[in-house]
């Protein structure tokens, strides 16, 4: 069995023969690979080939594949069974550690995924303001629910019309678009919706047009306009969180944020999500408040095994400089990009994350993302592939690095940087 065989088996069972978009390398011109297992900062397909990841599952896997003390939780916890759709106390235990790393979850709602962490945080907003309109950047995704599904109006200024068939204008209508980096197109939205906007959603770090970096005094701005107009600022930290920082973000920035969605890592590579924030805003969530939301399988017991296992992890890491050593791997690479590459990239890195962008001018929002070559970007991804080196098929995507990335993984993708250096 190879990953073309699989690939025309699959096309025959799903849409596009894959289960998210992305997966199917379409963007860089090739059929996708096939993954029959991983270990460390590893991964190999089904065609017997190894490769160095700088996908790590999108995010989750900052300990590396397979994790020995992780895989033995989630070992001990099948052993009980799957799924009661009942509490349990890993529940409240995962929901301890997440309060411990992140001191402005004071309270705390477990859910199964990215989307649904941002979807109910909104919800909560809108619950306890009472207000309907909401501002998002664009570039930056926030999951699959219909109200975020939006691209920029007129001047990405405006109410945004839907940017997926099937959402219905209305789901998009209070919906206002800005631009990332740009306090102005925040500022007359806030003037043109005065007492309406119910909150403001952001990236700390956007990381879904590529990796973009707040400038200074950003954060700290939409933690202010919010708070003048009586509107939350909820930080999506679905890729930053337990990443950047033990916090996330906003121990990184230093910016407390009303509400917070995780996701990817809370679960040690497991579904699982959570969001939450202030106490007075969470106990708008039913049974305590008015705003509904549930799921069966929220904080299921294999999951939150997962999760535990791997924030005690995190937490115990941190004690030794987890954190400094995955900012010294980021930087040693990135700068092996820039020095390789030269004036044909613009590198964007921030502890564990890093983009290349293929562009001579600053990457700092939508529009000079936009701007890379991906053609460019395409040649360069299957030349690495080619070396053995694993990148996420897309130029507007995050290399992810773990903490067991060695320095010989390091030095092996700068080599192999030098060596497809000249395609472009």
């Given at each position: ?36 297992h991983?270990?460390?900062s ?10 160095i990841?700088?996908?790590c ?13 992780v895989i033995?939780?989630?070992q ?18 995962l ?8 001191p ?11 989307t ?7 919800r ?14 664009r ?16 001047g990405?200024l ?9 959402v ?16 102005d197109?925040?500022s ?10 119910a ?7 956007a ?29 999506d ?10 916090g ?5 920035y230093?910016i ?16 699982l ?23 069966t ?26 954190y400094d050593?995955?900012e ?9 990009f820039?020095?390789?590459?030269g ?35 395409a ?8 070396k ?37």
């Open positions: 069995m190879n990953s073309d065989i699989l690939y025309e088996r699959s096309k025959k069972l799903m849409p596009g023969g894959v289960n998210s978009p992305v997966r199917a390398f379409g963007s860089v011109g090739r059929n996708p690979l096939f993954i029959d991983a270990k460390g590893k991964i190999y397909d089904v065609d017997g080939n190894e490769y990841d700088y996908v599952s999108w995010g989750p896997m900052i300990l590396g594949h397979g994790d020995d003390r033995g939780a989630v001990d916890a099948c052993e009980n069974g799957l799924s009661f759709g009942a509490p349990t106390e890993k529940e409240a235990i929901a301890e550690l997440i309060k411990q790393c992140v402005s979850m004071e309270r705390i709602r477990l859910v199964n995924s990215g649904e962490a941002v979807m109910s945080a909104i909560v907003a809108r619950g306890y303001t009472g207000r309907d309109k909401i501002v998002k950047f570039g930056c995704y926030h999951g699959h629910s219909d109200g975020l599904l939006v691209k920029a109006g007129s990405a405006t109410q945004s019309v839907p940017d997926s068939a099937g219905p204008l209305d789901y998009t209508k209070n919906t206002l678009v800005a631009e990332y980096n740009d306090r197109s925040v007359r939205l806030f003037e043109e919706n005065k007492g309406e906007i909150c403001v959603i952001v990236e700390p770090v990381a879904n047009m590529g990796v973009v970096l707040p400038e200074e005094g950003f954060l700290e701005f939409l933690r202010s306009i919010t708070t003048d107009n009586g509107a939350l600022l909820i930080f930290e679905v890729i930053t969180g337990f990443r950047l920082s033990l996330g973000a906003q121990e990184y230093g407390v944020p009303d509400l917070s969605t995780f996701g990817k890592i809370v679960g040690g590579g497991l579904p999500a959570v969001y939450g924030g202030r106490k007075d805003i969470m106990d708008m969530v039913a049974p305590v408040g008015a705003v509904y939301q549930a799921g399988l929220s904080g299921n017991p294999i999951a939150t095994a997962a999760g535990i296992a791997t924030l005690r992890i995190l937490i115990e890491e941190n004690e030794r400089g987890l050593e995955l010294k791997k980021g930087s040693i690479l990135a700068d092996g820039r020095k390789s590459m004036d044909y990239v613009w590198v964007n890195q921030i502890g564990s994350l890093l983009s290349v962008f293929f562009t001579k001018e600053p990457v700092r929002d939508y529009e000079s993302a936009i701007s890379a070559d991906t053609k460019i970007y040649r360069y991804f299957n030349a690495m592939l080619e053995g080196i694993y990148l996420a098929p897309s130029q507007f995507e995050a290399m992810f690095i773990s903490a067991i990335h060695s320095e010989y993984d390091i030095k092996a993708t700068i080599d192999a940087i030098l060596l497809t250096g000249k395609i472009w």
